[in-house]
Each structure stands twice: as structure tokens, then as C-alpha cells.
């Protein structure tokens, strides 16, 4: 029997855990799953007699030795910032590896040992890294077996709420961490190239700088830039391209919105907020505005950010209760951004029955034979409820297959890498479609560079 060790159970390693003890009998695999917290990793086995549940400390170094030595593949769906000490475990011991975490230096610097011990560290084997790597690489490399050259690349992707499930005015609810979303843009500009022009959005204006497109059956969506969109030109081997841009998605309107905070510091995580335990939401709402004798809250707040009172943004900032006198923030030292991270998370959690939906949208503009043709690629996943997220599924499924199919040896080729070859990308892809996940293309007119439009 072979072993399959999974370090970490928690959301997004929901999908990931019942596909593979679906796959226990006729694989011949025994799971393992390690979790800090041995009850959720008991949760998670669900009973079925190909799992064992243990209590896991990472930090515990016998134990780690202990577990990964018996296992024939190690998954792990830790913090990234933990995979190091696995890997070297995973070296020391000849086990393959799994993650769905950015390569990080130190792990890129394991390499050459990993080749040499003929491994296979797959890494961003999630959904965003993961699915986007795959199901961009797909296309770009069927272009360019037809002799295209790739002019333009964009790439979107989005966490959201389902239609069934949208019942705020943000259009928008938590499927993932809601720190990440607080925090999102911060540390630097938005990077990217237009038209073979370099170009840089700052934190301050990222938010009102928005790309619309539409998904058929779904409607409309805006993407605000990532914060560095030419990390992997080399890696898709588009150095060459004229615009590559990548890009987050939400639904319209959000990013306007959200601006709000932006701009009266609310996202700062910088600096922590004196009595913070004991400041009501609408004392943390005044403590970003001026003085005034007389003024209410609200009237200083529609002031400074020059908000009629019949703007569709006050209404989403009612919804909110950011004005409320009576509720408490009860975080002690917080930064701004983890107050509002908590005020969000009031009305933006995802309710039991709620349902989630992924959306990725891709544009490729390409030349072949003298004439700019383009390639629209879009995937749509809904989840089941707050449990079988459509987040989970598609981060917890391809680290699963990849796995897998390491473990059959049909992924083969050994190092520390991330999903853009044809032996990873085409099976992955392939299975995924099986389960719902799949990509929609189709051409459309080029909309790229355009002559007559000198603007730069």
C-alpha cells in the first residue's frame, strides 16, 4: 500500500482530501493526514478506514522525520513560509513533494539537489498559482505550434459570491483569507507592460485604474492590476510580448468602492490604534476624519470623500454599520486594517448554504500569418456551500491529480517546479474537466494595438 501524507486540513484541503480517498481503493493508497488540530484532521477522514488522522507539529522534528520517511509522496498544504523545513526532509528521505505556495527563494535554491536525488518538488499547483500556469501554457503552446507569436497577454482571476448567494451591495463575500483581501495591492506599484510600454500603478490610484470584461451567462466583471505582472514573462517564455498584464476580478463597482477605504487609510497595517479594544465602529470611522465642532460622522465622511447622499457608495458604507455607536471593535492593539478586516468580516462571511464562484479569464493576441487574431479563455466554478467551496475544489483538486500522478510516475521529470509543461499541465487539465472545472474559448476580434490610436 502506498502512503500519501498531508500535512495541514484545513479549508482548502477539503476537495483535495475526498478525491484522493476516493481514489484509496483502486490506487492501493492509505492517507495520512496531519493537522495541528487532531479533531479537524479526524473530521476530515470522514470514518473511511484508508485514512488516519494524527495530530501534527511541523515543529516537532522527530515527528516530521517519522511520518515523512513512511510516506511515498508529502503534501503540503502549510503556510508557505513552512514548506522549507519539509523539503529538505523530503530530500533527506527521497519522498516527492507537493504544494499549491509560490516557489520561494529558498525552495528555488533546492533545485539541483532535488534533481539529483531524481524528485519531483511540484509547487503553485493550486488555483492562482496553479490553474492559471496550466490552462494559460495550453494555449500558448498550441499557438506557437501553429507558428503564432504571442503579442498579448492578459490574465484574470477572482474569488467571489455566487448570483444565488450576492445579497450585499458589494456584490462581493470572503472566500478565502480575509487578511489577504484587506491588505491586497500593498508594498509596492502594480507592475505591468502595455504595448511594449512599461507601466506603473501606486497603491493610491490602483483601485480606480480598472479593466471591464463580461463572461457569458454571468455578466460583468472589473479587474484591478496585481502587483507584479511581469514575474513570470520569462517563465512563460514571453519576453518578447508587448502587453502582459495580470489582474484580479470583481464584480463591478467594487473596486470604486473600496477606494473609499484606501483613501481615508483604513487598510493601513503600519501602526496599531491606541484603546483599539474598546473603540466603538463608529469612533474608528471619525478617528480618520478632521475635527469639527458640530459636524456628524457621517456628514465630515461624505465631505471628504465628496459622496452625495444619494450615492450608491453611502449605501454600501451604511451596510457595513460603519457608523454604528454600539458596536464594539474588541481587538486590542489592532492596526486599521485589522479593525476593518473584522468589520468586513461582520457582513461578508459566507453563510452555511452560501455558495461561492471562481472566475478566470484569459486573453491571448497573437500574430500568425500576418494577421492579429485573439483567443478568449474563461473558466466559471460555483461551489456547493460554505464547506465545498469552489475555492477548496479548485485548489485542493490539481494538487490531488498531481500528486497522483507523480506517484504513477506519468509527471516524471524531477526539480523544484511550477505546472508549465505539457507532461503536468495536459493530464491535470484533462482530469479537472471530469470534475466541472473547465475552460471555454473562443476567438474573437483582436483588440490590441490599434494604429490609430496613438495614446501611449
Given at each position: 500500500m502506498r502512503n500519501i501524507l498531508i500535512i495541514g486540513a484545513g479549508r482548502s484541503a477539503t476537495s483535495l482530501i475526498d478525491y484522493l480517498l476516493d481514489k484509496s481503493?483502486?490506487?492501493?493508497?492509505?492517507?495520512?493526514?496531519?493537522?495541528?488540530?487532531?479533531?479537524?484532521a479526524e473530521r476530515k477522514t470522514k470514518?473511511?478506514?484508508r485514512a488516519t488522522a494524527i495530530a501534527?507539529?511541523?515543529?516537532?522534528e522527530t515527528q516530521r522525520h517519522t511520518q515523512i520517511k513512511k510516506a511515498d509522496i508529502v503534501i503540503s498544504m502549510l503556510p508557505a513560509h513552512l514548506h522549507y523545513e519539509v523539503a529538505k526532509d523530503c530530500i533527506t528521505y527521497k519522498k516527492h513533494m507537493v504544494t499549491a505556495s509560490y516557489i520561494s527563494p529558498a525552495m528555488a535554491e533546492l533545485d539541483e539537489r532535488?534533481?539529483?536525488a531524481g524528485l519531483v518538488f511540484m509547487n503553485e499547483c493550486g488555483l492562482d498559482p496553479g490553474i492559471d500556469h496550466m490552462s494559460a501554457m495550453k494555449i500558448i503552446d498550441?499557438?506557437?505550434?501553429?507558428?503564432?507569436?504571442?503579442?498579448?497577454?492578459?490574465?484574470?482571476?477572482?474569488?467571489?459570491?455566487?448570483p444565488e448567494s450576492d445579497n450585499n451591495l458589494w456584490n462581493?463575500?470572503?472566500?478565502?483569507?480575509?487578511?489577504?483581501?484587506?491588505?491586497a495591492g500593498q508594498g509596492g506599484a502594480a507592475k505591468f507592460i502595455q504595448e511594449g510600454t512599461y507601466k506603473y500603478i501606486p497603491y493610491n490610484k490602483l483601485f480606480r485604474r480598472t479593466e471591464f470584461m463580461d463572461v457569458e451567462g454571468y455578466g460583468r466583471f472589473e479587474g484591478y492590476a496585481n502587483r507584479d505582472s511581469l514575474k513570470y514573462r520569462s517563465v512563460?517564455?514571453?519576453?518578447?510580448?508587448?502587453?502582459?498584464?495580470?489582474?484580479?476580478?470583481?464584480?463591478?463597482?467594487?473596486?470604486?468602492?473600496?477606494?473609499?477605504?484606501v483613501t481615508l487609510g483604513m487598510t493601513e497595517d503600519t501602526y496599531i490604534m491606541e484603546n483599539s479594544d474598546k473603540m466603538s465602529y463608529r469612533e474608528f470611522t471619525n478617528s480618520f476624519l478632521p475635527y469639527h465642532p458640530t459636524d456628524s460622522v457621517e456628514l465630515k465622511l461624505r465631505h471628504i470623500l465628496k459622496i452625495d447622499q444619494d450615492d450608491i457608495l453611502w449605501e454600501k458604507l451604511l451596510e457595513l454599520d460603519l457608523f454604528n455607536p454600539n458596536k464594539k471593535v474588541e481587538l486590542h492593539n489592532a492596526t486599521p486594517a485589522q479593525i476593518l478586516e473584522k468589520i468586513l468580516s461582520d457582513k461578508w462571511t459566507l453563510s452555511p448554504d452560501d455558495k461561492d464562484m471562481i472566475v478566470m479569464y484569459h486573453k491571448f493576441g497573437y500574430e500568425i500569418n500576418g494577421k492579429k487574431e485573439q483567443i478568449d479563455s474563461t473558466m466559471v466554478c460555483i461551489g456547493q456551500d460554505q464547506t465545498y467551496t469552489a475555492m477548496a475544489k479548485t485548489v485542493g483538486l490539481p494538487v490531488a491529480i498531481a500528486a497522483l500522478k507523480i506517484l504513477n510516475?506519468?509527471?516524471?521529470?524531477?526539480?523544484?517546479?511550477?505546472p508549465i509543461n505539457r507532461e503536468v499541465y495536459e493530464p491535470i487539465l484533462k482530469e479537472l474537466e471530469t470534475y466541472g472545472i473547465v475552460f471555454h474559448e473562443k476567438q474573437v476580434p483582436y483588440q490590441g494595438y490599434n494604429p490609430f490610436n496613438v495614446a501611449s
Open positions: 481503493e483502486p490506487e492501493n493508497l492509505h492517507i495520512t493526514i496531519g493537522d495541528l488540530s487532531a479533531e479537524l470514518g473511511h478506514p501534527f507539529d511541523i515543529f516537532n532535488v534533481k539529483d498550441e499557438i506557437r505550434d501553429k507558428g503564432g507569436r504571442i503579442m498579448l497577454f492578459e490574465s484574470f482571476c477572482g474569488g467571489l459570491v455566487a462581493y463575500k470572503f472566500t478565502w483569507n480575509p487578511r489577504n483581501v484587506v491588505l512563460y517564455g514571453l519576453d518578447d510580448v508587448l502587453t502582459l498584464y495580470r489582474g484580479t476580478l470583481r464584480r463591478v463597482g467594487f473596486s470604486r468602492a473600496w477606494n473609499m477605504f510516475g506519468v509527471i516524471s521529470t524531477p526539480g523544484v517546479q511550477l
